[in-house]
């Protein structure tokens, strides 16, 4: 059972950690250049949400790149902060089951340092937001028990209120809790006015976004349905792997003790049945291999407890931990931050391991590309030409640096840039970019590859070795052609 009193949060060990974490992602901020998602998320206008997404993460990254400046330096800053505050609420779950100042050492920077916390600390994306919400929630929900305290189900309500905003991926880790709390309970938790309470006020926070979805037939769902088709074959297979590599190998045996420990534990068990509830629920939906690492985050805080309890009598194994906890952060930097120069990172495993590092390279270079093939176009056309990108980290990227080469307007017909705007009637001529140009043929009367996209340091990622085509006469009036373009990936 947990303790009466629950320990001091080690404040100096703790903020140390995320300080320490918030000073390496801004040095490291500049790095290779923008993740795809980020040139994405800087096109998009002020809304209510999008095809694919609410409004937080594209509304965060547009405000801070008008507030700053257009880099990447900039809009990383919200990522490098949700990043430092997961730390803090990391450490307090674990400070919450009982945990002293030393496990909280533990807690703090083991997680500060581990590979997917660092990799979403170094980029804005919505996955980088919801970094400190998950992990929050579970925590307003354990001091609701913990410390007989059932007005902390009002925090957990505004929480998932406010992630409504991010993704409505928080309704998942909701209904994992609550089928763990309806199978072991305590179920008097969800039969309180505090929970009826908590429910009414996340939805009242989060209804603008909810009556979003709703008007528009509930888009997210769609936007849900179409990553299952691309990537439910994958996710089936490397969501198992990834749990043990997300924070890092030698952090596993960490959290699954807090898995266990959860177990033990009649009245946090509720948490160790939602988290093979919510794998369950992530294997079905088949969108993303990583939904499950904010409860995994939450086990691993918990884990620290009893593994520091148990290394602690054991001076062997506290070393074998702590030199753990060192090459962990080593290769968890490697792989996250900008440390090995690009012109090398072909000759490392590293484009492997991260799919950010992949989607960080070449952009500049595939935009000059580009303009090399408009530029060579006869004046008289170009004023009737576009750029099309087929999808939207091609168009960002064109939208970014596009501008000082001379190049026309982008479009895309990839998710919300379907909707944003199509090119003017009178178009005649396409630069056509990227991988729909296989059924381009079809769309124009003439199509003819004039160069292949390549960011010159050898890294294979989405754009290398991609089309870059001159397009004329539209087989249909643009008001007819431009839904077929559209597609949601």
């Known amino acids: 059972m947990l303790p009466l009193t629950?320990?001091?949060?080690?404040?100096?060990?703790?903020?140390?950690?995320?300080?320490?974490?918030?000073?390496?992602?801004?040095?490291?901020?500049?790095?290779?250049?923008?993740?795809?998602?980020?040139?994405?998320?800087?096109?998009l206008h002020p809304a209510w949400g999008y095809v694919d997404q609410p409004p937080l993460t594209p509304l965060v990254a547009r405000g801070f790149a008008a507030v700053f400046?257009?880099?990447?330096?900039?809009?990383?800053?919200?990522?490098?902060?949700?990043?430092?505050?997961?730390?803090?609420?990391?450490?307090?779950?674990?400070?919450?089951?009982?945990?002293?100042?030393?496990?909280?050492?533990?807690?703090?920077?083991?997680?500060?340092?581990?590979?997917?916390?660092?990799?979403?600390?170094?980029?804005?994306?919505?996955?980088?937001?919801?970094?400190?919400?998950?992990?929050?929630?579970?925590?307003?929900?354990?001091?609701?028990i913990t410390r007989s305290e059932p007005r902390w189900w009002l925090a957990a309500g505004a929480v998932a209120g406010v992630s409504l905003y991010n993704k409505l991926l928080v309704a998942v880790l909701l209904l994992a809790l609550g089928v763990g709390l309806a199978l072991v309970g305590p179920r008097r938790l969800v039969l309180s006015r505090w929970a009826a309470g908590g429910a009414v006020l996340g939805l009242v926070v989060g209804l603008p976004n909810l009556i979003y979805q709703a008007t528009n037939g509930w888009p997210q769902l769609d936007m849900g349905r179409a990553l299952a088709d691309n990537n439910a074959g994958?996710?089936?297979?490397?969501?198992?792997?990834?749990?043990?590599?997300?924070?890092?190998?030698?952090?596993?045996?960490?959290?699954?003790?807090?898995?266990?420990?959860l177990w033990r534990d009649r009245r946090l068990r509720f948490i160790a049945v939602a988290f093979p509830v919510l794998l369950v629920l992530v294997y079905v939906m088949g969108a993303q291999f990583y939904y499950p690492f904010g409860l995994l985050a939450v086990l691993y805080a918990v884990g620290c407890v009893p593994t520091w309890r148990w290394v602690s009598e054991r001076t062997g194994w506290r070393r074998l931990l702590e030199v753990g906890v060192v090459v962990n952060a080593v290769v968890s930097c490697v792989v996250a931050l900008p440390l090995i120069p690009m012109a090398d990172l072909q000759d490392t495993p590293v484009p492997a391991m991260s799919q950010v590092v992949q989607d960080s390279v070449g952009w500049p270079r595939y935009v000059a590309q580009i303009a090399g093939v408009?530029?060579?176009?006869?004046?008289?056309?170009?004023?009737?030409?576009?750029?099309?990108?087929?999808?939207?980290?091609?168009?960002?990227?064109?939208?970014?640096?596009?501008?000082?080469?001379?190049?026309?307007?982008?479009?895309?017909?990839?998710?919300?840039?379907?909707?944003?705007?199509?090119?003017?009637?009178?178009?005649?001529?396409?630069?056509?970019?990227?991988?729909?140009?296989?059924?381009?043929?079809?769309?124009?009367?003439?199509?003819?590859?004039?160069?292949?996209?390549h960011n010159g340091v050898g890294v294979d990622n989405e754009e290398q070795g991609e089309p870059v085509a001159i397009c004329r006469g539209p087989r249909w009036p643009w008001p007819q052609l431009w839904p077929r373009l559209h597609h949601l990936d």
Not at 7 to 25: K, M, N
Not at 100 to 127: D, E, K, N, R
């Open 6 to 43: 629950v320990p001091p949060l080690a404040r100096a060990r703790v903020f140390g950690a995320a300080v320490t974490a918030g000073v390496l992602l801004t040095v490291f901020s500049a790095g290779y250049g923008y993740e795809r998602d980020e040139l994405y998320f800087r096109m």
């Open 69 to 144: 400046t257009d880099a990447t330096w900039a809009i990383r800053i919200p990522a490098t902060l949700a990043m430092m505050t997961s730390v803090v609420v990391v450490a307090l779950i674990t400070c919450e089951f009982g945990g002293g100042s030393a496990a909280q050492t533990l807690s703090a920077w083991g997680y500060a340092f581990a590979a997917f916390p660092m990799i979403l600390g170094h980029t804005l994306l919505t996955a980088t937001l919801d970094l400190p919400v998950w992990p929050a929630l579970v925590l307003f929900v354990m001091r609701v």
């Open 234 to 261: 994958s996710v089936h297979i490397l969501m198992w792997p990834f749990l043990l590599i997300m924070l890092g190998p030698p952090l596993a045996p960490v959290w699954i003790a807090g898995l266990v420990a």
């Open 374 to 453: 408009y530029d060579r176009l006869p004046h008289s056309e170009q004023a009737r030409s576009v750029i099309y990108a087929s999808n939207y980290g091609e168009a960002g990227a064109v939208d970014r640096y596009g501008g000082r080469l001379g190049l026309p307007a982008v479009y895309s017909g990839q998710n919300q840039l379907t909707y944003v705007g199509r090119p003017p009637d009178g178009t005649t001529t396409v630069v056509f970019v990227g991988g729909q140009f296989d059924r381009a043929a079809s769309w124009f009367r003439s199509c003819a590859v004039r160069a292949r996209l």
